[in-house]
């Protein structure tokens, strides 16, 4: 008793203590129960990951500064991780989802991810990032709102709707999987979702009668904001609505210069936000489509991505063709030229990278360059890969912040060469080694075919250009050293080169991958190890309570009790010991 009571008085210092750190900042909750359903988007019955019964997820919706939690449930039959695309997990890789940083949660168990979304709005979203799962789903928006008192730069939206495009397989993602691992590509999509459901019937012959297909209601005079994200698996998407301006807001926690398009190319992993006014007279309802890019059409006999825009006062169904895409098939520069225009609004105010406009990123030194080179699928060891560079990563058994934390040794090197390698490809577990404070530039240089896009985790980057050909030194003369979108996935088209510039300011470990499934399972991703030199606690926050241990570390693994953390009868008390494990943490922090 009385060694409770004492607990209790340094509860009450340490409360104190702790609103230091955590200040006001309020918790949002969120319980993910992550489970195959059945669905048949295009008409053929197949497993999807839903969560909490739902495909796609819901939408998380939290305040820039909320600390959140998202306490997941692996109902799957295979380990799970969820990653939250763009969001910037700020001093904690710990909370990244990624196999690099993070061990899984394996079946049958629950994690909770706990974050603070720091000096971020805009639109973003999760998926599960192993095993080929967000093939299958499991991903859903994530909205990060400004306060009240930070000012956005347009009047605010009559509503808010988040739309998840992207490429569809008729085949789980455990064939996929098995295809890949084979030796064989993929092929051809079977067709492209628009929020999990199948096309509106715009072809008789095309599409089967009974599709579900997305409807969105809306009011006439109105203004929504449409937060589009292409969550698919390696398609590019035309987005567009038959008879309305998309007037381009923020992409991935920026705003964009607003401009009106027709239709926007939406790669693989991009998130943008248009701000749409219902100016029609709802003669009928309206297509809105989200058709394939750079596929050969002859090829693609697939259905598109066809969803209905209905206004309130709609006098009748959608008929007809669907709006055009864009005619440039003998202009390989339009999209290119698309993505060039997206532009920052510079006197926007905003949050990371920066104080938009008290910062000139055009006139900071580089300190490290990068060129990241990716081909087409080779074969090593028999296997067929990906690369970058001339280099197939290789998951560590023990992830690469873990292995640091407890000193474990040959995890991963850190080795990734600067310039591509000009010997025979190889599988490595080779990490870049990040400058802490440096400014990177990367060069992304795309030798295949296929568009790609690539994706940093934990921060933005400013994309300042894109060309086709070889990059050498003097294409810097041509980078835009003004108003570069910063952004967290940026296209490269193929034969062609993008080139990102990165502040190294967040400590940890951080994906640098192809968001093209197919391409990142089969080995095109590293990591970028951002390592502070002086001894702190104030550049990363300390390893969470509840990280979970694997390869040279399974031995510190408890096991779950999984029936008991079912139930809600120990709920307060497992709620106090965590609280208790939360603060050890916070006090070990300050000694
Ligand atoms: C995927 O489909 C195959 C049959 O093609 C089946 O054996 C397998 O269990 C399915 N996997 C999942 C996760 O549904
Ligand atoms: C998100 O929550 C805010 C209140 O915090 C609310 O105003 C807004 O409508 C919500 N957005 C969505 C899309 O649910
Ligand atoms: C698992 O879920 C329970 C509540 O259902 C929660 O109290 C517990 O903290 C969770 N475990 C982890 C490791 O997140
Ligand atoms: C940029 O942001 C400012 C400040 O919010 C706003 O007034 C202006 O309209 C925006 N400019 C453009 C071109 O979007
Ligand atoms: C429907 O699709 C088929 C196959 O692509 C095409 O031949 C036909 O012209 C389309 N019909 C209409 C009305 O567009
Ligand atoms: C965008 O188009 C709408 C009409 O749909 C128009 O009212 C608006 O002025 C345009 N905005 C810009 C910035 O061009
Ligand atoms: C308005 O509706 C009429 C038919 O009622 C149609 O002929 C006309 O093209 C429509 N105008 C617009 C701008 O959609
Ligand atoms: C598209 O595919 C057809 C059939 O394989 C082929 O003849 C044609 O050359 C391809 N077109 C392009 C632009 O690659
Ligand atoms: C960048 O480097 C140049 C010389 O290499 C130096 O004169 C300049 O002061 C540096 N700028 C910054 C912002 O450090
Ligand atoms: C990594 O970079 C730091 C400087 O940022 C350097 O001191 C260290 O030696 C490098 N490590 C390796 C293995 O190259
Ligand atoms: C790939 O690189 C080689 C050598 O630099 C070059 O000749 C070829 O045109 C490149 N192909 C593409 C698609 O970029
Ligand atoms: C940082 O925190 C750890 C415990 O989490 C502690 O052992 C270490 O001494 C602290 N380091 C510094 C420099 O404060």
Known sequence: ??????????????????????????????????SYITASPLGVPQQVIAINGKFPGPVVNATTNNNVEVNVRNKLDENLLITWSGIQQR????????????????????????????????????FPSLNFQRAAGGYGGFIINNRAIIPIPFDTPDGDITIMIGDWYTKNHTDLRKTLNGGKE????????????????????????????????????KTYRLRVHNVGV???????????????????????????????????????????????NASTDYYIVASARFVNESLWKRVTG?????????????????????????????????????RWNVSASGAR?????????????????????????????????????????????????????????????????????????????????????????????????????????????????MDYGEWTENSRGTYNKWDGIARSTTQVFPGAWTAILISLDNVGVWNLRAENLDSWHLGQETYVRVVNPEATNKTELPMPDNALFCGALSKMQKPQ????????????????FFTLLMIYAAISTFH
Request: hydrophobic share 35%; net charge neutral.
């Open 1 to 34: 008793m009385a060694s409770s009571g004492l607990l209790g008085l340094s509860l009450i210092h340490i409360a104190l203590l702790l609103s230091f750190c955590f200040a006001e900042d309020p918790f949002v909750h969120f319980d993910f129960e992550v």
């Open 91 to 126: 001093r904690s890789s710990w909370q990244d989802g990624v196999l690099g940083t993070n061990c899984p949660i394996p079946p049958k168990w629950n994690w909770t991810y706990q974050f603070q979304v720091k000096d971020q709005i805009g639109s973003f979203f999760y």
């Open 186 to 221: 993929l092929g051809m999509p079977n067709g492209v979702l628009i929020n999990g459901k199948g096309p509106y019937r715009y072809n008789t012959t095309l599409v089967p009668e009974g599709i579900d297909y997305e409807t969105i209601d809306v009011q006439p005079g």
């Open 234 to 280: 390696s398609t590019s998407l035309n987005f567009r609505i038959q008879n309305h301006n998309l007037l381009l807001a923020e992409t991935e926690g920026s705003y964009t210069v607003q401009q009106n398009y027709t239709s926007l190319d939406i790669h693989v992993g991009q998130s943008y936000s248009f701000l749409v006014t219902m100016d029609q």
């Open 306 to 342: 066809v969803a209905i825009l209905r206004y309130s006062n709609s006098k009748g169904k959608a008929s007809g063709p669907l709006p055009d895409p864009p005619n440039d098939e003998f202009d390989k520069t339009f999209s290119m030229n698309q993505a060039r225009s997206i």
């Open 353 to 465: 990278p920066n104080p938009q406009g008290s910062f000139r990123y055009g006139s900071i030194n580089v300190t490290d360059v990068y060129v990241l080179k990716n081909k087409p699928p080779v074969t090593i060891n028999g296997k067929m890969r990906t690369t970058l560079s001339g280099i197939s990563f290789v998951n560590p058994t023990t992830p690469i912040r873990l292995a640091d934390q407890f000193k474990v040794k040959g995890a991963y090197k850190l080795d990734f060469p600067k310039t591509p390698l000009t010997g025979s490809p190889r599988m490595e577990t080779s990490v870049i080694n990040g400058t802490y404070r440096g400014f990177m530039e990367v060069i992304l240089q795309n030798n295949d075919t296929k568009m790609q896009s690539y994706h940093m985790n934990g921060y933005a980057f400013f994309v300042v250009g």
């Open 561 to 576: 009790d999984i029936t008991s953390s079912t139930t809600s009868i120990s709920g307060s008390k497992l709620s106090i």
